[in-house]
């Protein structure tokens, strides 16, 4: 039932511009993870997580559909979901 | 007996009444994390400002044994006190008084300090922290919360209402804040929902805790029915205190002035947006570099964030500012943002608060979801709120204005009473790359290089139609401005618009898409 926050999925259909975390990476909440360019934008997708880059499903010039899971991030045991 | 021994007598009763619950109800209070109903309401008055109503009320229950309980004060503080000096009523449920549950003499004391602020033209601010409805005292209860919403809606739009939740506020008592202007909530103390996880649990088999149903994070970035979250209590009550200090008292009255301050140096609007529309940055630094002191006060921040709105000030003046915010979702008008906009807006007319609008949106957000949630219902709500209030209402169009949310976003249409564009402005129908595939789909597929061709219409479309001039040229953008212009325009459109009055059809009330 909760949201699954440490799940970053594509808010619309766009193209991966860039692409700035690899898998095994630990990010901080607020860190940028990609560029995905859609409504005539550059949209900077952040971190909403303190963790660690579990999966990255996306490369730099894809085009990615709606919903699509694009970064799963995991948690350390000692991290808490701040 | 002299009049001494009879003041004597006076403290002893109110010594005991004073407790609430009793000192071990008071400690429970304490274990959970929160303050106590009194500690709280002293903490938001202004120092000896608070003097206490109705502090000797009785319960009248007499089925299940509830005619030999004393309950003091029946579980609700009531009173009158100041904020900033401004006088405000206010009522605070006692939790530790049989866990702040509501019977009917509790209901008729938070009813008659609401009569009294609507009387007085003043603000209320509600302090919930309630186990529901007292069930000893019945259909009583149920009596006691219609009479409170019945007066919520009355006095809405003529005072200022403030709900804050330090507690449970579960079943029907959840409808109280949600007809007023602002929610505060705390984390880990406040919990709101219609039905409990217990019940959810009985009926749909979902289990869920009471934090993850309706926590105070849940309705701060979920469902949208708080304004303001604090990490705790003390922060909260700044923030009451800081709201307070925006709003006026009454609908009859303007916020009160403080000194104009300049925006802080490191603010500076024209580094702030970049020039390549796809960039994203935060609108709410070009807020903070309009106003007086840099000082925004958001509303609502996590919750629909791509629709930013909140109180500043201008030559000391409270002034509404809505913005779209490039930095989230591209910034684009959906069935959340329209519902944060819209219900700002009503309040900001209501409260006689100029409004600023900063545009900066590629349009409403395509999707089956957004269609199927009502898009077009909800979307209406900003159209009516905007062509409704009769407020100054100022524009600046800082880059993209496309399509519908270029109506929608306080467009000269809906009776913006000033619109400035930057140079950098783009208002058009549609983007160029949407708009050119369009009127040029025959020469594109016609093409012997359709992309070659593609790519040069939309460079032809975006060089003729990306700008703010063809507005400007029918007049529904006053002025192209420099970013650097904006505060100084702005201020100079507050000053012309002082004595703003305009004249509307008789009616009853209107009827917008809610």
């Known amino acids: 039932m909760k949201p699954e926050k440490n799940k970053v999925y594509s808010f619309i259909p766009g193209t991966i511009l860039k692409v700035f975390v690899k898998e095994g990476q630990c990010v901080r909440k607020g860190e940028d993870l990609l560029t995905l360019e859609a409504m005539k934008m550059q949209n900077l997708i952040k971190s909403p997580v303190e963790g660690i880059v579990k999966s990255l499903n996306v490369k730099e010039g894809v085009k990615v559909p709606k919903g699509k899971l ?9 991290m808490e979901d701040t | 007996m002299g009049l001494k021994r009879k003041i004597l007598e006076l403290h002893k009763k109110r010594e005991a009444v004073l407790k609430g619950g009793g000192d071990k109800a008071i400690e429970k209070q304490a274990a959970m994390g929160k303050m106590t109903a009194r500690e709280r309401i002293i903490s938001l008055c202004d120092p000896d400002s608070f003097h206490e109503y109705d502090l000797f009320v009785e319960h009248e229950a007499r089925d299940f044994d509830m005619d030999k309980k004393v309950l003091h004060g029946d579980g609700v503080i009531i009173g009158t006190g100041t904020i900033h000096g401004a006088p405000v009523c206010l009522f605070a449920q006692d939790f530790t008084v049989a866990g702040g549950s509501l019977g009917m003499m509790h209901a008729r004391k938070i009813t008659k300090i609401m009569d009294h602020a609507l009387k007085m033209k003043v603000p209320l601010i509600g302090i919930n922290d309630s186990g529901g409805a007292r ?18 809606t009355l006095s809405s739009g003529v005072i200022p209402q403030i709900s804050v939740i330090l507690g449970p ?34 009926v749909l088999g979902e289990e869920i805790s009471m934090e993850d149903l309706g926590g105070a994070r849940v309705h701060s970035e979920i469902t949208g029915n708080a304004h303001f979250f604090a990490k705790s209590e003390a922060e909260c009550f700044n923030q009451i205190k800081k709201l307070v200090s925006f709003i006026p008292w009454n609908n009859m009255k303007k916020a009160a002035r403080v000194e104009p301050r300049e ?35 958001e509303i609502q921040e996590m919750w629909a964030s791509n629709m930013v709105i909140g109180f500043g000030r201008m030559n000391g003046e409270t002034i509404g500012f809505v913005a779209n915010q490039p930095l989230v979702l591209a910034g684009v008008l959906d ?26 949106l590629p ?9 199927h949630a009502g898009v077009i219902r909800h979307g209406a709500k900003v159209l009516y709120a905007y062509s409704e209030a009769t407020v100054a209402k100022m524009t600046v169009i800082l880059r993209k204005a496309y399509g519908g949310g270029y109506i929608a976003m306080s467009s000269r249409h809906l009776r913006a009473d000033f619109v400035f564009a930057w140079p950098t402005a783009e208002i058009a129908v549609m983007g160029p790359e949407g708009a050119a595939n369009i009127i040029f789909r025959k020469e594109i597929m016609e093409s012997k290089d359709p992309d070659k061709t593609r790519k040069q219409k939309v460079k032809e479309y ?32 507050i000053e012309v618009s002082g004595n703003k009055s305009v004249f509307l059809p008789n009616k009853k009330h209107g009827i917008p898409p809610f």
């Open chain 1, 70 to 78: 694009m970064v799963e991030l995991g948690f350390n045991q000692d």
């Open chain 2, 135 to 152: 069930i000893q005292e019945g259909v009583n209860s149920l009596a006691g919360y219609g009479e409170i919403f019945f007066r919520n």
């Open chain 2, 169 to 202: 506020c579960a079943g029907g008592a959840v409808y109280s804040p949600a007809l007023t202007d602002f929610v505060f909530v705390v984390d880990k103390i406040s919990k709101m929902f219609i039905t409990g996880p217990e019940v959810i649990k009985t």
């Open chain 2, 263 to 297: 925006p802080k140096p490191e603010y500076k609007i024209s580094d702030i947006v970049p020039g390549d529309p796809r960039q994203p940055y935060d609108i709410r630094d070009v807020i903070k570099a309009i106003a007086d002191d840099s000082d925004f006060f």
């Open chain 2, 335 to 360: 069935v959340d943002s329209s519902d944060k906009a819209a219900r700002f807006i009503r309040f900001c007319n209501a409260f006689n608060i100029p409004i600023i609008t900063l545009v900066d």
């Open chain 2, 363 to 371: 349009g409403y957000l395509p999707g089956i979801d957004q269609e």
């Open chain 2, 462 to 493: 975006k060089e003729k139609f990306a700008n703010p001039y063809v507005a400007a040229a029918r007049g529904y953008v006053d002025s192209v401005i420099e970013p650097e212009e904006t505060r100084k325009l702005l201020l100079h459109a």
